[in-house]
């Protein structure tokens, strides 16, 4: 900051007023310089900036949505959001858009709040693989008699299984439970764990 510059630059923490006083270089005179002339002084107002929290990291299953929640404090009352990028939302400028992404995306997030922008803050969608199932083998057995049904998963036991219908398995979430048919079919169903 030069003080004795024609043109000068202020940086000030606080709101700040500024005065400017001209002194002739041969007379000596000089321009009224207080702070209750309005030609002479110039009022820096500092606006606070705000802060933004983008929400938790979540993941989804492949065709689904999340739900992005986001915060701005220190400064308002109102704010304007920015999400980037805007790949898989229904609209970049919601402070709660819904993000259906394709692959996992990083998302960025400005608030905006009488001109002042936040630093960014990021939330990470994740998109989960679809867990495969494989039943097993055709396995024949007599009436009365049980069988291990040997089901398998590509995520192994960090799958959460169902099979269906429960009637006359051991275990309907077992992934190789014990089966006395009564009816001649089962059907394995599966979802990843969550928190993998």
Known sequence: MCDTCPTTYANPNVTTIYTLRATHKLSGCSSD???LNSVS??????KPRPIVYAGMDTVICPIDSAQLWATATGAGPQYSYEWSPSFGLNDSTLQFPKASPTHS?????VATSEGCESLADSVLVSISPVPTVEAGNVKNVCLGDSVQLDGQSQLGFNAQV???PA???S???ALQ?????ITSRWVLFTSPTRGM
Do not use: F, K, N, R
């Not at 439970?177 to 048919?181: E, H, K, L, R, T």
């Open 41 to 46: 002084a110039m009022v820096v107002t500092v």
């Open 33 to 35: 310089s207080s702070t």
């Open 171 to 173: 275990d309907t979430t």
């Open 177 to 181: 439970p014990m089966a006395s048919p």
């Open 162 to 164: 169902i099979w269906s």
């Open 167 to 169: 009637q006359g398995l």
């Open 105 to 109: 995306v990083q998302y960025y997030l």
